[in-house]
């Protein structure tokens, strides 16, 4: 079996192949069958990511007098070349940008796209559905996919581990590279495999309706437990998707169908383990999903059959720029402006002790040369944040999760001049007992390479 890694770089930076798209050809004829099924002469119509076009060409086929194709990359105006070629560009717009940004004139009566990644998520799907539903499209319209469900299951797989994670542990010129070790593993691979590999059923890890009332949040977060039921072998565990397009049709890169343009995202562990009847396995998995960013974090335990933990690992993907705690350590974060720091610096102080007047007591104390209109603004900003962006309750000293405080306070020290050290040092004096200053870098790190708050500071 074959593997490659997957990209999880920004959207900017992805480069796909539309050729390879085009002809898959169960992706295109289930796409195409949603939308004559579901989009009515007449129609409004919004593409998401329209790529090719090939999905607004589908609408115009079934009947829509409008489509406004949304694509970011250039491949944008080769679509406009085959909409005019193919006498459709009299009822699509192109319109080059993010969803996200762009205001449209009218609403839509189907909205339609396919940004599914390998784990059905990681382009932004989520977010970017909720947008797109809660602004273009019309009372009782339709989304398609309409459904996504995203499930895991565990995996053998020996060979990959003789490629991929074996020659790590050994020398390689008499010289030991086993540091790379755990980098590796915290790569996610690409690879299709099929049921005679699974060595468990599958889990659900997510499940979201794609409608204008859907509800998404930027973490999901699951436990999921397997029971083995036969002697085997474990070497890791594999994520995948099954998108419900409309009644009826949907499409999936799960154990059956055979390969198509999403491969199995596959999830290694550092040694393959043997696994006896009545061995449980525990995967905690987490992702973490903004405009900007994707990261998966998970942790693999295994118990014997008296209950008994005899393995236990875990990871988190970040970012391809980032690096070891100390490695970061000299580097100095982007600097954010002092407004947003102050801003940030009030939000860690949120520890139920301290009202607006206490805040306004320590701000002049910090900084006298501050005005009582830029104190104010500050604290207004701060619990403007607070009531739109954090879930907890309205109240007069509020409180924050002891993390977010500490978020908070690596982001007041963006200053431009301190390194990702000293940001450590002072955040495990302000938080000794819940962040040791390796953990602070990060942490520190964690917020610079995902944007953990972005309308705060980075």
């Known amino acids: ?19 390879r798209l085009l002809a898959d050809r169960a992706r295109c004829e289930a796409y195409r069958k949603a939308i004559l099924d579901t989009v009515k ?9 329209t790529g090719s076009g090939l999905l607004a060409f589908f609408a115009v086929e079934a009947g829509a007098k409008k489509v406004y194709a949304i694509e970011l990359g250039p491949v944008i105006r080769y679509a406009e070349r085959i909409a005019k070629r193919n006498s459709m560009d009299d009822r699509i717009e192109f319109i080059r940008g993010v969803s ?65 994670i074996d020659p790590w542990k050994s020398s390689l010129y008499g010289i030991y590279f086993d540091t790379f070790l755990h980098e590796q593993l915290k790569t996610l691979f690409l690879a299709h495999f099929d049921s005679s590999r699974v060595v468990s059923a599958p889990q659900l890890f997510l499940s979201a309706k794609l409608d204008a009332k859907q509800t998404y949040s930027e973490i999901n977060r699951k436990t999921l437990r397997f029971e083995i039921d036969r002697d085997t072998t474990l070497s890791g565990f594999i994520v995948y998707f099954t998108a ?6 949907s499409i999936s ?35 973490w999903e903004t405009r900007y960013e994707f990261v998966p974090s998970w942790r693999i335990t295994v118990s014997d059959s008296q209950g008994k933990e005899i393995y236990d690992y875990s990871a988190t993907r970040y970012p391809l ?4 705690p100390d490695l970061i350590g000299p580097i100095v974060p982007p600097a954010v402006d002092s407004g947003n720091r102050w801003v940030a610096y009030v939000l860690s102080l949120l520890n139920g002790n301290r009202g607006k007047r ?85 942490r520190i790190q964690y917020v610079v390479t995902t944007n953990v708050k972005p309308t705060v500071g980075v």
């Open 41 to 49: 002469a007449g129609d409004v119509v919004v593409d998401l990511g």
């Open 100 to 164: 996200y940004d762009i205001e449209l004139p009218e609403l839509a009566d189907v909205i339609v796209g396919e940004n599914l990644g390998s784990l059905g998520i990681e382009e932004n799907m989520l977010p970017m559905y909720q947008d797109a539903a809660k602004r273009f499209l019309k009372p009782g319209g339709k989304m398609i996919p309409s459904r996504l469900e995203v499930s895991a299951t565990l995996v053998s797989d020996t060979g990959f581990h003789r490629r991929y």
């Open 253 to 287: 890169n799960g154990l059956v169908g055979g390969k198509n343009s999403w491969d199995q995202v596959y999830f290694s562990i550092d040694r393959v383990l043997s696994l006896e009847v009545g061995y449980n396995v525990t995967i905690h998995l987490c992702t």
């Open 358 to 442: 206490q805040l306004a007591t320590i701000l002049s104390k910090l900084d006298p040369s501050l005005s009582t209109d830029e104190i104010e603004h500050t604290l207004s900003r701060a619990f403007f944040f607070l009531n739109t962006h954090a879930s907890i309750p309205s109240m007069a000293k509020p409180v924050l999760p002891l993390r977010d405080r500490a978020d908070f306070l690596i982001q007041a020290h963006f200053d431009g001049t301190l390194n990702c050290k000293r940001i450590a040092e002072i955040v495990h004096f302000e938080f000794p007992d819940f962040l040791t200053p390796e953990q602070a870098l990060e």
């Open 321 to 324: 720029l980032s690096l070891p």
């Open 1 to 19: 079996m074959r593997f490659r890694e997957l990209p999880l770089s920004s959207l900017e930076g992805r480069n796909y192949s539309h050729q």
């Open 244 to 249: 419900e397009l409309s009644e009826g049709v």
